[in-house]
């Protein structure tokens, strides 16, 4: 099995805290708020929420994908480290990959805001691999989501404080 590593910077006028907080430590009640055609709801199924808990993100109807779990594999609120694993769900990658591996990283910057960074870790089966534009595809999705996050953080600025 070969593995395939994206990495992803972003930055934000957003200070770290803040965005860790609403994208991580709040998503199942943030992502499902304001982003309603797109995310149903988030929900542990199994866990506190924590490394070892699994999450199950329902889509809207309308998508391909209904629903997609992932295991918590780290989460560490002081350095803001968020890493997991995708264990079920999408299964038109199922004929290509094992599973797919994220880590995420927001570092506060000089400026106020903050860089992250996404590695995504593709275990692709023998035989297949895994395109550029492939990637890019689930990253300009993230990449939407991301900027109506961000969007709503600058638009009520005592939230996630």
Known sequence: MAVTTFSSD?????????????LILDAHNLYPKITPLAIKSIDTVEGEG????IK??????????KYVK???????????VYAYTLVEGGE????????????????????G???GNK???????????????????GRLKDF??????????LENPNAYV
């Open 70 to 80: 992932h295991r918590i594999d780290a989460l560490d609120e002081e350095k803001m």
């Open 119 to 137: 590695i995504s870790k593709y275990h692709v089966k023998e035989g297949f691999e895994i395109k550029e534009e492939e990637f890019q595809e």
């Open 50 to 53: 924590g490394p070892g808990s």
């Open 92 to 111: 038109a990658l199922k004929e290509k990959i094992d599973s797919i591996s994220y880590e995420m990283k927001f570092e506060p910057n000089p400026n």
């Open 56 to 65: 199950q993100i329902n889509f809207e109807q309308d998508g391909q994908v």
């Open 113 to 115: 805001g903050c860089i």
């Open 144 to 153: 939407g989501v991301f900027k109506v996050i961000e969007a709503f953080l």
């Open 10 to 22: 972003f930055t934000s006028s957003i200070q770290a805290a803040r965005l860790f907080k609403a």
